[in-house]
């Protein structure tokens, strides 16, 4: 299990939270940067970055998330992929590009807002690899399969497949995505998800769990803390029983048997939405 990436990065905070003892529950801390874009630090700062939160803790550190928008131009992505390349290959354990796909702009850049971000806002909109359009970006030709991708799909994203045909064509190993407890009490959720994690296998994917169900945050936002710590925690079994390998409920071709899956379907999340 790895922390979810910090953003600032902040080696103060993961001293904290190694007082509390948290870390020794945990394989690996993560850390989110985008220095081309929305981080006050410059791009060449990415090994001091790294060295100082390896000076509070022995855990490998992840890059879960590092990217750069394509929103000025694309040439600026082509430098801040081959320089990022050059500056965290073998000094992280593991690092995820962000993204391989544009957001479509009829879309909303979840948990961002508009009105406070000016036209730092529409950044997120061009930070894949690949436009909306479906044509490569010239940043790919310099993409590395060392590297992994993030890449986050909405509910019943009709992007799943065309994602899955480039990240083989461009030979990605490792892949970072999400689901979300909001959708996951969607009626068929789990249908969804079986559906997303079986097209995904091939890769080692590391899965976040993220996005509270707005009626159950202590603020009617899915950035929102729970309200009920062991509401999070009982869909974080759930998802582990059934998509980690070795788990009895992990899914096989898609699916769970039908009395698995029926027993899933009912009431999981009861107390949700209430």
Known sequence: MILGGISPIDPEFIALLKSYRLLD???GVAVHGFPLDWNHWQINDWPKKLDEIRAVTSLPIWVTE????TFGADEVQV???????ELLLGRAERIFWYSLLDLPRKWEATTRHKEAEGSAYYRHFYMGLIREDGTP????RHFSPELGVCQWFHFEDYRLEFAVKWLRKMGVKKLRTGISWADWCRPGALQWYDRQMAALAEFDTTITLCFTPPSRGKAPDCASPPLEA?????????VVQRYV???DASPKAGKLP??????AEEGRCESVNQ
């Open 25 to 27: 529950h945990l394989d």
């Open 66 to 69: 590092v990217g750069v928008s």
């Open 79 to 85: 430098f801040g992929l081959q320089r990022t390349t």
């Open 137 to 140: 970006k010239p940043a790919l």
């Open 230 to 238: 062991g509401e999070f925690a009982q869909f974080a079994r759930e």
């Open 245 to 247: 390998p070795g788990q």
């Open 258 to 263: 039908e009395r698995q899956a029926d027993h």
